[in-house]
């Protein structure tokens, strides 16, 4: 069983020789929790959630994406606009060199995926290899992409006469 599970912790109660972790979990997840027998030891990793952003924060960023989109005449494709905001940002890339027909499972993993164009090197059938810039997206971002990506965001918005006032501020 592998279970992972976001919670407080309440109470540690110091015994003679071991002591007892009392944890408040959602309510929810205790299910999880009935079929482990009290006699069976179990390993726990304990580790610090980090501040996430919100889905206010998150819905604010894609209504100014959605406007600038708008205002750079590519309605109704906000994506096309995401990328060029995130290749600004200029968040660190990955980059892989496959074949061709490779790109599509790419973009199934990555936000966003620039053929960089066809190398001198063949895979076994002979076919050429291409070179593909890979990015994550905002969900993935530390905290300084983060800060790098609004930055862009609001340039891009600026640029494109988006009036960002209007959205709640993150």
């Given at each position: 069983?592998?279970?992972?599970?976001?919670g407080?912790?309440?109470?540690?109660?110091?015994?003679?020789?071991?002591?007892?972790?009392?944890v408040?979990?959602?309510?929810?997840?205790?299910?999880?929790?009935?079929?482990?027998?009290?006699?069976?030891?179990l390993?726990?990793?304990?580790?610090?959630v980090?501040?996430?952003?919100?889905?206010?924060?998150?819905?604010?960023?894609?209504g100014i994406?959605?406007?600038i989109?708008?205002n750079?005449?590519?309605?109704?494709?906000?994506?096309?606009?995401?990328?060029?905001?995130?290749t600004?940002?200029n968040i660190?890339?990955?980059f892989?060199?496959?074949?061709p027909?490779?790109?599509?499972?790419?973009?199934?993993v990555?936000?966003?995926?620039?053929?960089?164009g066809?190398?001198?090197?063949?895979?076994?059938?002979?076919?050429?290899?291409?070179?593909?810039?890979?990015?994550?997206?905002?969900?993935?971002?530390?905290?300084?992409?983060m800060?790098?990506?609004?930055?862009?965001?609001?340039?891009?918005?600026?640029?494109?006469?988006?009036?960002?006032?209007?959205?709640?501020?993150?």
């Amino acid at each position: 069983m592998k279970l992972s599970v976001n919670g407080y912790v309440k109470t540690v109660v110091e015994g003679d020789v071991s002591s007892t972790l009392i944890v408040e979990i959602p309510r929810y997840m205790s299910k999880h929790f009935y079929d482990i027998s009290e006699e069976k030891k179990l390993n726990f990793y304990i580790t610090e959630v980090k501040k996430r952003r919100t889905l206010a924060q998150n819905d604010t960023a894609w209504g100014i994406m959605r406007d600038i989109a708008r205002n750079m005449d590519l309605v109704p494709d906000v994506e096309d606009a995401y990328r060029q905001i995130l290749t600004h940002a200029n968040i660190k890339s990955n980059f892989v060199m496959t074949v061709p027909e490779a790109k599509k499972e790419l973009e199934k993993v990555f936000r966003v995926v620039i053929d960089h164009g066809e190398r001198d090197i063949e895979a076994k059938d002979g076919t050429k290899l291409h070179t593909y810039e890979c990015l994550v997206g905002m969900s993935k971002f530390d905290r300084q992409e983060m800060s790098r990506f609004i930055e862009s965001l609001l340039y891009f918005a600026e640029m494109y006469d988006v009036d960002t006032t209007r959205y709640e501020r993150w």
